[in-house]
């Protein structure tokens, strides 16, 4: 499967789990995004039945709806918990996108551009709803011709 990168759409890898991720040319209808966060492998890609959000080698069907995606940006540190049915399944920590790009790096008060500038934010901002949800499922399986 083809992915683009999270903060970069003009750059791609192929991808499959389990196996070497390889970069490649562009592709007119990727399967996913994925990001780097300190060294930890992130992805969100639609298969031929489900929506995968992995973390590492770790991999959550955000197609089920008891799957909830809870980010946390306090300003030293992100928290991103995977739980199903309100049981944790995954806590990952990091530092905030801003002090990855570049430690003089200045950002204003909030974070508003967390879910356009981090890969977990992103993916929970749009698991918040049902329509959502499904808008983002919908944009990589295949099914989608409007704009990404």
């Known amino acids: 499967m083809i992915l683009s990168l999270f903060t970069d759409r003009t750059k791609y ?7 070497e991720v390889v970069s490649c040319d562009a592709a007119d209808n990727p399967n996913g995004l994925y990001e780097f966060i300190e060294s930890t492998f992130i992805a969100f890609y639609c298969t031929d039945n489900d929506a995968i959000l992995q973390i590492g080698d770790g991999r959550y069907s955000i197609k089920d709806t008891s799957i909830s995606v ?15 049915d309100m049981q944790s399944l995954l806590e990952l920590s990091y530092a905030p996108w801003w002090n990855r790009r570049s430690p003089n790096f200045i950002v204003a008060f909030g974070q508003p551009e967390d879910d356009e500038e981090d890969l977990l934010a992103y993916i929970s901002m749009m698991c918040r709803s049902a329509d959502s949800r499904a808008h983002l499922m919908n944009v990589y399986s295949g099914n989608y011709s409007g704009p990404l």
């Open 13 to 19: 890898i192929t991808y499959e789990f389990g196996a």
């Open 70 to 84: 809870e980010f946390y940006n306090n300003c030293d540190q992100c928290k991103v918990t995977i739980k199903k």
